[in-house]
């Protein structure tokens, strides 16, 4: 049988000993230590840990006497802590507009299994990017909204998600803003990308701001949705040397490569569990192979 990667994602004060603690713990329970990430910051005196420990047939405890014996450390030392065994896909939803580069990408991503998830379905408020999810066998879900219809078609999507267990929602460059009772909905669980390097640049039309500005670097930014628009905790940035014969044209293709890449990486650091937010912080673990 393969062994089992169980990961936990830990946030506390800075105390000392702590590493020790924790690690000791998962020893005495009869774990493997197959990574162990940190991070201090020592400006707000916080630590941070990413461990991932492997179980297999000569560790006797379930998963329930895990958390709860974890439970029982945790308040001792103000342990924040999430636990995920990675025998489950999580579920994805995305949301799109008009435009196809992002969806395209995060499908095919999907369709070579090098995102560790489960497309459950595409939804839009137009019907334009329909072919492409029927393309690669997805359900399309279109569900127009106006302003006076914002509050019922927030709903539906409130009833479809929860409906299919939905856990991790995608923004693929769709172009409405999201109330703050949907967002508080699922707090952490949304994934926007926007078309600028953030902070720069926030709201609409960004690529005709930049050119307006001359900027010497075109980027973009994959972030967590709040109810501060553009402001939530940053996964994941990336730029390009631009000049200044570059217009508003050819800023944007530039531009849609970027995003790609960029919302792909932060999807792939939230379905990996690298991710603990903080505030209005995300501290991002990198890869260890997994």
């Given amino acids: 049988m393969k062994p089992q990667i169980i990961t ?8 000392k000993g702590i590493v020790s603690k924790l690690t000791h713990f998962f020893y005495q329970e009869g774990f493997n230590l197959v990574s162990a990430q940190q991070y201090t910051n020592s400006i707000d005196g916080m630590f941070f840990m990413r461990l991932r420990i492997e179980s297999d047939d000569t560790v006797l405890i379930s998963k329930e006497q895990l958390e709860e014996r974890f439970a029982r450390l945790a308040p001792a030392y103000d342990i924040v802590w999430s636990v995920d065994y990675g025998n489950k896909k999580q579920k994805v939803a995305i949301m799109v507009s008009h435009t196809t580069h992002n969806l395209y990408d995060l499908l095919q991503r999907n369709k070579e299994q090098k995102l560790h998830c489960d497309v459950k ?3 839009s408020n137009h019907t334009k990017l329909k072919p492409i999810a029927d393309m690669f066998g ?4 279109h569900l127009p909204v106006t302003k006076e219809t914002k509050k019922e078609q927030e709903q539906q999507l409130i009833d479809l998600f929860d409906s299919n267990d939905i856990d ?8 409405q803003i999201l109330s703050n009772d949907f ?5 952490n669980k949304i994934i926007n990308i926007h078309h600028s390097f953030l902070p720069a640049f926030q709201g609409a039309n960004p690529y005709m701001r930049a050119y307006e500005r001359g900027v010497k670097l ?6 967590y949705a709040t109810q501060d628009l553009d402001e939530g905790p940053i996964i994941e940035q990336d730029v390009e040397r631009v000049t200044h014969e570059s217009t508003p044209a050819t800023l ?22 690298q991710i603990i937010v903080d505030n209005n912080k995300a501290i991002v673990f990198p890869e260890t192979g997994e």
Wanted: hydrophobic share 50%.
């Fill in 138 to 141: 997805i359900p399309f879900y």
């Fill in 168 to 175: 991790l929602i995608v923004m693929a460059r769709y172009m």
């Fill in 121 to 123: 379905m595409v939804v």
């Fill in 8 to 15: 936990f994602l830990i946030k506390c004060p800075d105390q």
């Fill in 252 to 273: 944007k293709a530039i531009g849609a490569d970027i995003e790609t890449m960029v919302l792909a990486r932060a999807v792939k650091c939230h379905l990996n569990n």
């Fill in 218 to 223: 075109i980027g973009a930014t994959a972030h």
């Fill in 183 to 187: 967002i508080n909905h699922y707090p």
